[in-house]
């Protein structure tokens, strides 16, 4: 019971995200459209190590999806980047995304199990340009770990096991072409 409500609380947050990104168009003023940018890279935003897929259906609005490896297995996330209009050579932008958001991996003479977790992240980035099409993307994020996930570390140490505490942020950097 508590998997499946936890299954549609994520999957209602994806819906909401989704609508906010296709209704933000109609919000804003007309802008000149980009079709969007395909990168690679690592960290949290890029399922690992992997590559990164944006479409925006106006200049400061992305919705991206990424597919990457994170040392346990492919892993992805879905999200959108609310971009600040500059036309300098570095623009902030706000971020948020479902997916990925941290890997446990127990390798013990008692033990070894590798587990991938999903959850929210959140967080700022900003692009560098290097050239008319092509850009440096740098995020700090702040992901927000599953309960299960913290149950998980909870159990471990319960049976003796000492836990490494992930970093509170994680940071993203990554090489990408805008088309």
Do not use: W
């Amino acid at each position: 019971m508590k998997r499946s409500l936890f299954k549609f609380q994520h999957k209602r947050f994806i819906i909401r995200l989704l609508l906010i990104a296709f209704l933000t168009p109609t919000l804003l003023t007309a802008q000149t459209s980009i079709k969007g940018d395909i990168g690679v890279g690592g960290g949290i935003s890029y399922g690992g190590i992997g590559a990164q897929l944006t479409y925006r259906p106006i200049e400061t609005v992305g919705i991206f999806g990424s597919l990457g490896y994170n040392l346990d297995g492919v892993c992805y996330n879905l999200g959108v980047k609310l971009n600040f209009k500059s036309d300098k050579k570095i623009n902030p932008y706000l971020t948020g995304m479902y997916g990925y958001n941290t890997v446990l991996i127990i390798d013990a003479e008692s033990m070894e199990t590798r587990t991938t977790y999903y959850g929210i992240s959140t967080g700022l980035g900003t692009t560098f340009r290097l050239k008319e099409k092509s850009f440096l993307s740098f995020e700090v994020l702040l992901p927000i770990r599953p309960k299960v996930y913290k149950d998980a570390v909870d159990d471990l140490e319960l049976v003796g096991f000492e836990i490494k505490d992930p970093l509170p942020v994680a940071v993203c950097i990554g090489y990408h072409i805008k088309f």
